[in-house]
Every structure is written in structure tokens, then in C-alpha cells.
């Protein structure tokens, strides 16, 4: 199987985890706070430092906070720090910068998953993120699978990625399709977006997304043994398949969480990856925790903009993430094959 490429992050930055953890905290701690306070009816600073320290706060400014603006920003934090880490898990399993949720159909069979179980369970709530795992742990076992077994190339697994994508996104179509009533706000969960979320949409989910980090951190160290080859994995007393069987429940269980409570948002389990490699280096003790800050911050600033751009209307994040990563798709593709001649 290939080998991710070097990154080119300046040696300075990659020496200096510290200042660049504190910059990415502050980063995020600032978006939160815009996050609260803008929107369609903004909400004055005071107010949000009031509902924080438990102070006196206007019935209206702490409805908004409490019941629209702080669930959607939690939402969007568990997501994107989810789907960020689940990318870079992927690409550290199948060897391939290429790989993401979206691209190679993990996101989908969640999605199609998540329409079944709303069929079947509606209102169900508790059995949602179990779904969304089952079915991106179907699409990761396809995708490795084959990979094993062909020794497919990159873009052998993407065109394999689209072909399942395909199949599981024509499930949920067809479910939408016979079933409209199957899922309030199916549109939007088919675009990806956290309009409507609420408290009880995320509180099963957080303990899924939680655990797939802890489970992440605590194989970083296997997966920079397993970048060296499984010949030298092996030699050094690496179970390479018992720990790429971890990766992809790790992957799926993060991928599936996200999906779970965003929809099926699209590229951030690539480009999050590659960001948080050009910052933080190959080294996953650090590209893990970096993928998580920076794919939370990611995905928090781009449904702000989603919400502030055309305000008082709303544009789903999953279309906004989806011109961005679009071209960075395609720039990634052009730079594979630039770098296989």
C-alpha cells in the first residue's frame, strides 16, 4: 500500500506544540463567542457572560442561548472535531491522503443507516448514533476489504468510495423518496446542518464522539508504528490486523456520531487532516489532537458564516463545506499524480 506523503510543515512550527495549542484554543474560544452571539436576532455579549456566570439574563437573549445558539455550537464542535479524527484514522488505515468519510462512502452508509433506523424506531432517539456507526462501519469494512484484497491503489479506493457512496446515497434517496415523512428536516440532514438540533439530539451522541477520541489518543503510538510497513510493524510486535480492526471501529464510531447529529456534511475528514499535518507534522500524538481543535473550529466557523451570510436566511453548512472542499478534492487529485511521476 502507499505511504502518506511528508509534510511540509516548517520544522519551527512543528517544534512548538505549546504556542500553536494555545492559539488554536483562543481561535476557538473566540468563535464560540461569535457563534452565541451572532445570528438572525444577535444577542449583546453581556448577555452571554451573564448566562455563563449565572447572572441576570432577558427572557428572550436566554431562550436564544440556551435553547437555539449553545446546542447548535456544541453540535457543531462534536462534529467537526469527529469527522476530522475520523478522517485522519482513515488515511493512517488505508495509506491514503485520499481518504475521508465522504469521499469513500463512510458519511453515506451513516446517513442510509440513520433513515432506516427513523423508519422503523421513530422518535427513537437513543438508537440514532448506534445506527449511524452500524452503517459506517459496513462502508469501512467494504473499503478495506477491498483494499486488502487488491492491493488496490488511491484512486482505485475512491472510485470504490464513490461506487459505495453511490449505492448507500440511492438507499436514502429511496427512503425519502417512499417514506418523506421518515425524518423531520430530511433535506437538511441529506445536505448537512445543524438547524433545528437540539440537547436531545446530542446528548446520545456525545458519549459515541467522546469515546472515539479517548480511542483515538490511545492508539496514536500504534499508528505511527503501523506508518513504518507492516513487515516492520510486525517485527516490533504490532498485531497490524487486531490494531487496523481498531482503527476502523474508531473511525466509524467518530464518522457515525457526526453523522448522527449534522448530517452528511462533506470533506471535512479531509481537509481537517491535511491542515492539522501541515501545522502539527506526521507524527499522530500530535496530528490527532491538532485534526480534532482544527475540525472543530472548522466546521463552527463555517456554519457561522452559514448563519450570518445571508441572514435572516440560513444556508445548510453541508453546502458551504462543500464549495470549499470541492477544489481542494480536485487540487489534492492533481498533486497525487504530479507526485507519482
Not at 452500524?134 to 478495506?144: D, F, M, Q
Not at 452528511?264 to 496530528?287: K, T, Y
Amino acid at each position: 500500500m502507499p505511504t502518506l506523503p511528508t509534510s511540509s510543515a516548517p520544522g519551527r512550527w512543528r517544534d512548538r506544540p505549546l504556542p500553536l495549542l494555545c492559539l488554536g484554543l483562543l481561535t476557538l474560544l473566540l468563535l464560540v463567542l461569535a457563534a452565541v452571539c451572532l445570528g438572525s436576532v444577535p444577542v449583546p455579549l453581556r448577555d452571554v457572560v451573564a448566562a455563563v456566570t449565572g447572572g441576570e439574563v432577558p427572557r428572550q437573549s436566554y431562550n436564544i442561548i440556551h435553547h437555539v445558539r449553545l446546542p447548535r455550537v456544541a453540535a457543531a464542535l462534536m462534529a467537526g472535531s469527529a469527522l476530522a479524527v475520523s478522517g485522519a484514522v482513515l488515511q493512517a488505515v488505508l495509506m491514503n491522503p485520499l481518504a475521508g468519510p465522504n469521499i469513500i462512502g463512510v458519511n453515506a452508509g451513516s446517513g442510509l443507516f440513520v433513515l432506516v433506523a427513523a423508519v422503523l424506531l421513530p422518535g427513537r432517539w437513543e438508537v440514532i448514533p448506534l445506527a449511524a456507526f452500524l452503517g459506517a462501519l459496513l462502508a469501512c469494512g467494504i473499503i478495506y476489504g477491498l483494499a486488502a484484497a487488491t492491493g488496490a491503489s488511491r484512486i482505485t479506493i475512491v472510485l470504490a468510495g464513490v461506487a459505495v457512496s453511490g449505492f448507500f446515497g440511492a438507499g436514502s434517496d429511496a427512503i425519502t423518496t417512499l417514506v418523506p415523512d421518515a425524518w423531520t428536516g430530511a433535506s437538511t440532514f441529506l445536505v448537512g446542518g445543524f438547524s433545528g438540533v437540539t440537547i436531545q439530539n446530542i446528548r446520545f451522541s456525545l458519549w459515541y464522539i467522546a469515546g472515539g477520541l479517548v480511542l483515538a489518543l490511545l492508539l496514536c503510538h500504534d499508528m505511527n508504528i503501523l506508518a513504518l510497513g507492516e513487515e516492520t510493524a510486525q517485527s516490533l510486535g504490532l498485531s497490524v490486523r487486531l490494531c487496523r480492526l481498531l482503527f476502523i471501529v474508531t473511525a466509524a464510531v467518530l464518522a457515525g456520531g457526526a453523522v448522527s447529529i449534522g448530517g452528511l456534511m462533506g470533506f471535512v475528514g479531509l481537509i481537517v487532516p491535511h491542515a492539522a499535518r501541515f501545522l502539527a507534522g506526521e507524527d499522530n500524538r500530535r496530528l490527532i489532537p491538532a485534526s480534532a481543535l482544527l475540525g472543530a473550529s472548522f466546521v463552527l466557523g463555517c456554519d457561522l458564516l452559514a448563519r450570518v451570510l445571508f441572514a435572516p436566511y440560513e444556508l445548510p453548512v453541508g453546502i458551504l463545506l462543500n464549495f470549499l472542499g470541492g477544489p481542494f478534492f480536485l487540487w489534492l487529485l492533481l498533486r497525487q499524480r504530479r507526485h507519482r511521476r
